[in-house]
């Protein structure tokens, strides 16, 4: 009996000893101070401004390379506002605009005439819209890709002016018009501050507008466009 007492009184000891142990080292484990873990920003402001390249045809009046070159090659920019709903999903919305114009830079003489033949050509393409957005910041928090994708309305307009024998005329586009469009981002950030970043990013838009052409009631022009942009973003 006095063994059995001997052992219970040891382990009650024990049991003690360990529980006082226990709390102790939770209470010491309180005080310490605790690692601070930097907050990602949850709001991004950007705007941007870069070269654009038109993917369809203009209206074809005007045929210098140097005019059709133009045409093609545009400038290209745009502004963007993103909630980010974690550390990689938000949701925000986009304005993204390209400009072109060209003129014929030697008029074409009219053979049966004395007068001339020069014709000018202006592309306005607005795009406004929502996408979903994705994110992923370095352990440095200095580095963030990004990729965005969603869809909008796009307003397309042309603008060409005929000059023959000294009189103007205006041609109005018959595909101007508003539809349906989609696009996407993909580009990097760096952070030279803690809410200041520069960026470079690939901007793709890709659109179909359906006009009349004569007999032809289901024509469709494209008037999708790809830029490289360089940007300035405001992260908070």
């Given at each position: 009996?006095?063994?059995r007492?001997?052992?219970?009184?040891i382990?009650i000891?024990?049991?003690?000893?360990?529980?006082n142990f226990?709390?102790?080292?939770?209470?010491?484990s309180?005080?310490?101070?605790?690692?601070?873990?930097?907050?990602?920003?949850?709001?991004?402001?950007?705007?941007?401004?870069g070269?654009?390249?038109r993917?369809?045809?203009?209206?074809?009046?005007?045929?210098?390379?140097?005019?059709?070159?133009?045409?093609?090659?545009?400038?290209?920019?745009?502004a963007?506002?993103?909630?980010?709903?974690?550390?990689?999903?938000?949701?925000?919305?986009k304005y993204n605009?390209?400009?072109?114009q060209a003129?014929?830079?030697v008029p074409n003489v009219?053979?049966?005439?004395?007068?001339?033949?020069?014709?000018s050509?202006?592309i306005?393409?607005?795009?406004?819209?929502?996408f979903?957005?994705?994110?992923?910041?370095?352990?440095?928090?200095?580095?963030?890709l990004?990729i965005?994708?969603g869809g909008?309305y796009?307003r397309?307009?042309?603008s060409?002016?005929?000059?023959?024998g000294?009189y103007?005329?205006?041609?109005?586009?018959?595909?101007t018009?508003?539809?349906?469009?989609f696009s996407?981002?993909?580009?990097?950030?760096?952070?030279?501050t803690?809410s200041l970043a520069?960026?470079?990013?690939?901007?793709t838009?890709?659109g179909?507008l359906?006009?009349?052409?004569?007999?032809?009631?289901e024509?469709?022009?494209?008037?999708?466009?790809v830029?490289i942009l360089?940007?300035?973003?405001?992260?908070?």
């Amino acid at each position: 009996m006095n063994t059995r007492h001997h052992i219970t009184t040891i382990l009650i000891f024990i049991t003690i000893f360990l529980l006082n142990f226990s709390v102790r080292s939770q209470n010491s484990s309180d005080t310490l101070p605790k690692p601070q873990v930097a907050k990602l920003p949850i709001i991004r402001i950007g705007a941007q401004i870069g070269y654009g390249c038109r993917l369809g045809a203009s209206n074809n009046i005007t045929w210098f390379p140097e005019a059709v070159s133009k045409l093609r090659n545009n400038l290209n920019f745009g502004a963007d506002f993103t909630f980010y709903l974690d550390k990689h999903i938000g949701l925000g919305m986009k304005y993204n605009g390209i400009y072109a114009q060209a003129k014929e830079p030697v008029p074409n003489v009219i053979v049966d005439g004395d007068g001339f033949f020069a014709p000018s050509e202006k592309i306005g393409i607005h795009y406004m819209g929502i996408f979903f957005a994705g994110r992923y910041f370095t352990v440095s928090r200095k580095h963030c890709l990004f990729i965005n994708a969603g869809g909008g309305y796009l307003r397309y307009r042309n603008s060409t002016v005929v000059t023959i024998g000294g009189y103007s005329g205006s041609i109005k586009d018959i595909s101007t018009g508003g539809h349906v469009a989609f696009s996407a981002d993909v580009g990097y950030d760096f952070f030279v501050t803690k809410s200041l970043a520069i960026g470079l990013q690939v901007s793709t838009t890709i659109g179909y507008l359906k006009y009349e052409n004569g007999k032809e009631l289901e024509k469709r022009r494209n008037v999708g466009h790809v830029g490289i942009l360089l940007g300035l973003r405001f992260n908070k």
